[in-house]
């Protein structure tokens, strides 16, 4: 299992015919543009769409490059949560005071359309480990920083014997106590959350959170229920973040479904952001009143540590901006 994600990632879809081959449905042909995925690249594991096949379904939807990406839309921007003003180093973007984000790669194993770092110029802001010690003495030089967050692209595309070496350099700065990792590996490829993967974390000094990226309960499925649960038998603490889309996860019932099956898993809902308006994306945007509405009936039906908070990140601000 420890080398396995690599071949899985080499034979990942890139071509709307291997999309075909794999769903059996040449009706994609129709709805896939290929302007669209010039613009941004088509990248799905070939195991995400096992047994989804129509235009329409809740996975496939996030993935498939749709000629409404091509339509400019006012509000939406390249740069639409302010990274780019907030970089401190190369890779490292410092925008609340006692945290900073770490962008350890440019890479994904999924490119899911609605993403808020799909213009991110990862080449132009230099992300490759070559560029880390400025980095690492940007965060030793900042006492107040307690938290670091690995990021993206997905920070477990690095190699173990990357993480590894990443890890130590940390360890070394005395006053960071939590590290957070953002991931969509341990859902959508989760070959990839391996026993050594898994050591380096639970045998860190830090107190580890993995924040999974999940948003639609056939998310979770036989393919990875055994990973999370590996993972929730150790000391890392497991958290989701959701993006509601249009058509995707909209409606109270999936949401619900959705925060009962992560906790089933392991997870715990943590966030459900509100689209990022980023160009590209605005056709999955929904109506912040009718996300209110969604929060208040998923309340009705839920304990409340199984309502994630419903927020949005804004430019400049210091923090996430709660919307209740």
Not at 147 to 161: A, N, R, T, V
Request: charged letters at 20%.
């Amino acid at each position: 299992m420890s080398s396995s994600w690599q071949p899985q990632l080499a034979n990942s879809i890139t071509s709307v015919e291997q999309l075909i081959s794999q769903t059996a449905d040449e009706n994609l042909r129709a709805v896939f543009s290929p302007e669209a995925s010039q613009q941004f690249k088509i990248k799905i594991p070939a195991d995400f769409l096992s047994s989804h096949n129509k235009p329409a379904d809740p996975l496939l939807a996030q993935v498939l490059p749709h000629a409404s990406e091509l339509t400019p839309v006012d509000g939406y921007q390249t740069d639409p949560v302010g990274d780019l003003a907030a970089m401190a180093s190369p890779g490292l973007i410092h925008k609340y005071r006692s945290r900073a984000l770490f962008i350890v790669t440019g890479a994904c194993a999924i490119h899911c359309r609605y993403c808020f770092r799909r213009h991110f110029p990862y080449s132009e802001a230099q992300i490759n480990q070559e560029n880390w010690e400025p980095a690492l003495h940007y965060l030793t030089a900042h006492r107040e920083i307690s938290e670091i967050i690995l990021s993206g692209g997905d920070p477990l595309m690095i190699s173990d014997d990357k993480l590894d070496y990443l890890l130590e350099q940390l360890t070394n700065i005395s006053h960071i106590k939590r590290l957070r990792i953002h991931s969509r590996m341990p859902s959508v490829m989760p070959s990839r959350i391996n026993q050594r993967l898994i050591a380096l974390l639970q045998n860190s000094r830090f107190q580890v959170s993995l924040v999974t990226h999940i948003n639609h309960p056939d998310e979770l499925n036989n393919s990875n229920q055994a990973v999370f649960k590996r993972l929730k038998n150790t000391s890392i603490q497991l958290l989701n973040q959701s993006v509601l889309l249009f058509n995707i996860n909209n409606k109270s019932e999936t949401l619900i479904e959705l925060s009962e099956k992560l906790y089933e898993f392991g997870i715990l809902p943590y966030y459900l952001h509100l689209l990022d308006p980023v160009q590209g994306a605005a056709h999955f945007s929904v109506k912040e009143s009718d996300a209110i509405e969604l929060i208040n009936t998923i309340r009705d039906y839920l304990p409340g540590y199984l309502v994630p908070k419903l927020v949005r990140e804004i430019a400049g601000e210091q923090s996430k901006t709660s919307i209740l």
